[in-house]
């Protein structure tokens, strides 16, 4: 879904697959908008075309084959594309060139989310579990060796408008919660810390102004947009949605344009009948359970 930043609770639906955007949004230069989907029977990133309105997105599946493609992110150019490819062992970073398929790993950790590409183009930012721990690094767009920006555990790190600072959510040790902080682009700070809803998995985004923070709040299965100042005033909500979840939102580059991915969970219930008696197990767990 989309909205004008003038109206974000009035939205136009642009994609009409399951899980559309659910795994990662964003913007190109030219206002056109990335996001991963399963339309074609595997996680892939698509993109929209000319018009975001009756015309059908586009795969552009950077890799191919049966491995899943998603959190994608465009260099300010316009040109690339950095995304992650989960394979049989791990998720890793990858960059493709947009307009046609050029494509090459720039990294060899294997557990990679949420890559965004700094102010310049030239490095990429991202979430990476080593040994357990949850940290903030960045690498080159040529390869290399990863530079660890937060060592402590930090998590989903976001570039401000003008790439000076990081924004992620932030395990404060002293109190024991996951916090939203936000970071210098060499990793000094925290230079801020704000309690929020939610855990280290939490969609914090940076408001078009770079003076604030966007994050998703969810009270009663209704998700919405909440926005914490920099100046530590109180949080207020941005959006005032009735229904559905919000899985992931991203502005567009001119701040004009709001992306959701919305929708909602279904489940059901089933019935377990007919159990067997303890005693009637084979022996072999019997003799387990001695």
Request: hydrophobic share 35%; with cysteine.
């Amino acid at each position: 879904w989309v909205a004008a930043s003038g109206d974000l609770n009035k939205v136009r639906q642009v994609s009409a697959d399951k899980y559309d955007g659910v795994d990662g949004l964003a913007w190109s230069s030219d206002n056109r908008l990335l996001f991963s989907s399963r339309a074609g029977g595997r996680d892939s990133i698509w993109i929209t075309q000319s018009s975001l309105v009756n015309q059908s997105p586009l795969d552009i599946s950077p890799e191919g084959g049966d491995s899943g493609e998603y959190h994608p992110s465009v260099s300010p150019d316009g040109g690339f594309l950095a995304y992650i490819v989960e394979r049989q062992g791990g998720a890793y970073l990858w960059q493709s060139e947009i307009s046609r398929r050029v494509i090459k790993r720039i990294s060899d950790e294997s557990l990679v989310f949420f890559p965004s590409f700094s102010a310049d183009g030239k490095e990429v930012i991202y979430s990476v579990l080593r040994d357990g721990r949850r940290q903030i690094a960045r690498i080159s767009i040529n390869g290399g060796i990863p530079v660890t920006i937060i060592e402590k555990q930090a998590w989903r790190p976001v570039l401000s408008p003008d790439g000076s600072k990081i924004a992620c959510n932030y395990w404060d040790e002293i109190v024991g919660v996951w916090k939203l902080a936000v970071f210098s682009y060499n990793g000094a700070g925290p230079l801020f810390t704000f309690e929020a809803p939610g855990g280290y998995n939490r969609t914090v985004k940076w408001m078009p102004d770079g003076n604030s923070l966007a994050y998703i709040v969810t009270h009663g299965g209704v998700s919405n947009i909440w926005v914490q100042n920099l100046d530590g005033s109180a949080p207020r909500p941005l959006t005032d949605f009735k229904k559905n979840l919000i899985f992931d939102f991203a502005w567009s580059r001119d701040g004009k344009s709001i992306a959701y991915a919305q929708g909602w969970y279904t489940s059901d219930v089933l019935l377990i009948q007919n159990f067997r008696n303890p005693g009637d197990q084979p022996s072999y767990l019997s003799k387990r359970s001695e």
